[in-house]
């Protein structure tokens, strides 16, 4: 679902909600979650993968797109294992992160984006990579995952992404944001308080949640927010 919520002309929009899906081609989506066959297996190819999720939310992306995406999922296997990136299995990573940020394509708004505490990447780099005319910051205050970051889009050939290594309370930018990107980072009432600072009329925020959050609406709703809940799978 997404939720939207305005105060004056800022808009929220929580939204997450995909995998209840059919088997197709090979990918066992189920409620909750995208499996994938086992990485290594004849059954198993990446590129069919996000080839099939991408058709499977109606997303018309060039190949070279979907590969970058690609490149991205390969490295965050590699590197996770020392830097801990993702708890997420390497067969469910199509679904449980790729397929999950693009997702929110519908609901950007403007040309600059800001993917605040962007740990792996998701969202912001697979929405780079699906609209290459888009500026997209990912935001993380951990050294070592910004590191990673840079080194997919130096990598991947993804100029249209900056990694920035700092805590979003302490961010200032030179130029505002048309949409702020947040994925699993804290509760809406916490989200709305850290980045207070870079609110403007027009802004769009967009948090993504694994199920309606009523109660964390209500608490933001004490503070004059309104709220529209929309189904967005």
């Given at each position: 679902?997404?939720?939207?919520?305005?105060?004056?002309?800022?808009?929220?929009?929580?939204?997450?909600g995909l995998y209840r899906l059919a088997s197709v081609a090979g990918l066992r989506l189920g409620s909750g979650r995208c499996r994938n066959p086992v990485i290594g297996s004849p059954r198993y190819s990446l590129a069919a993968a996000i080839a099939v999720g991408?058709?499977?939310?109606?997303?018309?992306?060039?190949e070279s797109a979907r590969a970058k995406m690609q490149h991205h999922l390969e490295l965050l296997q590699k590197w996770n294992r020392r830097l801990n990136?993702?708890?997420?299995?390497?067969?469910?990573?199509?679904?449980?992160?790729?397929?999950?940020?693009?997702?929110?394509?519908?609901?950007?708004?403007?040309?600059?984006?800001?993917?605040?505490?962007?740990?792996?990447g998701f969202p912001g780099?697979?929405?780079?990579?699906?609209?290459s005319g888009l500026q997209v910051a990912l935001l993380d205050r951990r050294r070592r995952r910004v590191e990673f970051l840079r080194h997919v889009c130096a990598s991947a050939g993804v100029g249209n992404d900056k990694p920035l290594a700092c805590r979003v309370e302490d961010y200032r930018p030179e130029e505002n944001f048309d949409t702020l990107?947040?994925?699993?980072?804290?509760?809406?009432?916490?989200?709305?308080?850290?980045?207070?600072?870079?609110?403007?009329?027009?802004l769009r925020l967009v948090a993504l949640k694994g199920r309606e959050p009523h109660d964390e609406l209500a608490l933001i709703d004490d503070h004059g927010f309104e709220s529209r809940v929309v189904a967005t799978h």
């Open positions: 679902v997404a939720v939207q919520l305005a105060e004056s002309r800022t808009g929220v929009f929580p939204s997450r991408c058709e499977t939310l109606g997303l018309t992306l060039e990136l993702t708890a997420v299995a390497p067969e469910e990573m199509v679904g449980r992160h790729l397929l999950d940020s693009l997702s929110v394509l519908p609901w950007l708004s403007g040309e600059r984006v800001l993917d605040v505490g962007s740990g792996a780099l697979p929405v780079a990579c699906a609209r990107l947040v994925r699993a980072l804290a509760p809406l009432p916490e989200i709305v308080r850290l980045t207070r600072h870079l609110h403007y009329p027009g």
